[in-house]
């Protein structure tokens, strides 16, 4: 198994539900945990990311601030459309450091992942970054 960056796979954030243009939604796939997105409130938040192709992938990492349930789905069309249920999780808070969080895929193949964060913490929430395991 390797850790990527979805970016460096060819990934491309295609959807966000907020967008903030100091913290836009392709700081998540960027690798870097000092940039990140971040929702403008309210809940639910969401973000798609696009795989150039169909790629197996057996886990993801999410690092992230105030999430505090996030659930992914996934579909292996070529439009954003029709996912289904992958996994949820609840995560616990963190005070002063970031949420690092692994979810299991069990080797899903998608073209689309869709992250759903359901509730936060808080009316604001981040997520730093999003690694994959393929």
Partial sequence: ??????????????????????????????????????STGLFPQEFIIRFPEPTSISAVTVDSHNVKQLRIEKNTSQNASQFEFVTEKDFEHTEGHLQSNTLSLDGSSAIHLRFIIT??????????RVTVQI
């Fill in 1 to 38: 198994m390797t850790d990527s960056s979805p970016s460096s796979l060819g990934a491309k954030v295609v959807v966000a539900s907020s967008s903030d243009e100091s913290h836009p939604p392709e700081n998540i796939i960027d690798g870097n945990t000092q940039t990140f997105w971040m």
């Fill in 119 to 128: 509730t936060g913490y808080d009316y604001f929430v981040s997520v730093h």
